[in-house]
């Protein structure tokens, strides 16, 4: 399940959930809808994960956790720590970063 971020308060959910995986966005980006759907299908397949939608222009605390200066953007936090992000329309390097914070 995805939740979306309704606050800037991305710290305090990644210090409350061990694996964290938000994709960055803006209303106005087209790749990010289309990456939409794919950060949902890896969401209902990484039940052990928190995924988020931040919107990346409503949360500029949020956005600075992961240097955010592209979108889309994806992100990872593990046990309360920023681990990774990659800036991608495509789903091989989003379904790497999340394995690479799912598989341990």
Same mark, same amino acid.
């Given at each position: ?6 606050q ?8 409350d959930n061990?694996?964290?995986v938000v994709?960055y966005?803006?209303?106005?980006c087209?790749?990010?809808?289309l ?11 990484n039940?052990? #994960? !928190? +995924?988020l ?7 500029p605390?949020?956005? =600075?956790?992961a240097n955010?200066d592209? /979108?889309p953007?994806? #992100? !990872? +936090?593990k046990?309360g720590s ?7 329309? =495509?789903?091989?390097?989003l379904?790497? /970063?999340?394995?690479?914070? !799912?598989s341990n």
């Amino acid at each position: 399940m995805i939740k979306e971020l309704e606050q800037d308060n991305l710290n305090e959910i990644v210090s409350d959930n061990e694996t964290v995986v938000v994709q960055y966005m803006a209303g106005w980006c087209g790749n990010c809808r289309l990456m939409k759907p794919k950060f949902k299908k890896l969401a209902s397949e990484n039940e052990n #994960a !928190t +995924f988020l939608l931040v919107d990346a222009e409503k949360y500029p605390e949020s956005r =600075k956790m992961a240097n955010v200066d592209n /979108l889309p953007t994806f #992100a !990872t +936090f593990k046990n309360g720590s920023f681990v990774n992000q990659v800036q991608t329309n =495509k789903f091989e390097p989003l379904k790497d /970063l999340v394995n690479e914070v !799912t598989s341990n």
